[in-house]
């Protein structure tokens, strides 16, 4: 079952600094959903390794959800209740008014989805925290975009 809180005391733990178990995307493009997908991991979602899952191993051996901002929001939106169970996570898109910690929000920027946040609290305000500028608790506010998807994450369950 996720464990929302430990979701957001691992953002808490290692939003300053990389974990050195997951290879750091700074310079590969952006290592937010990167993060976004440890935090899930260590609020106890499973990998799912099938051949379109979520999923990482190493630099080279990843699947495209565990660090695309596109391809985790497909891949979430797409596993739902009705497929076999094969790990991974559910998301069902949503208010900004039905978030809890733990849950996601992607900015878009005019032109494409492009920055992956886990919401870490929801008391009066959303506060968020990412990787690529570094954050823990920031307001949603403080950051600059056109739109935003927003996204309860569930567990896969069968």
């Known amino acids: ?22 290879y750091d995307f700074s310079k590969l493009g952006g290592d937010c959903t990167n993060f976004i997908s440890q935090c899930l991991f260590a609020g106890g ?19 495209p959800a565990w660090t695309g901002v596109n391809e985790f929001w497909n891949f979430g939106v797409n596993n739902d209740q009705s497929n076999d169970f094969v790990g991974g996570f559910t998301l069902i898109p949503c208010s900004q008014n039905e978030l809890e910690a733990g849950d996601v929000i992607q ?10 946040l886990l919401v870490t609290g929801v008391d009066g305000r959303i506060t968020v925290s990412a990787h690529d500028n570094d954050s823990f608790n920031v307001p949603l506010v403080a950051y600059k975009y ?13």
Not at 4 to 20: G, Q
Not at 48 to 54: A, D, H, I, L
Not at 146 to 158: E, G, T, W
């Open 1 to 22: 079952m996720y464990n929302r809180i430990k979701a957001v005391e691992y953002a808490k733990k290692w939003a300053f600094k990389y974990n050195p178990s997951f």
């Open 45 to 63: 979602i499973k990998m799912n390794f099938s051949t379109n899952g979520w999923y990482y191993k190493s630099l080279n051996d990843r699947a």
């Open 107 to 116: 900015l878009y920027n005019g032109v494409k989805y492009y920055h992956t």
């Open 146 to 158: 056109k739109s935003l998807r927003c996204a309860r994450v569930m567990d896969k369950m069968v």
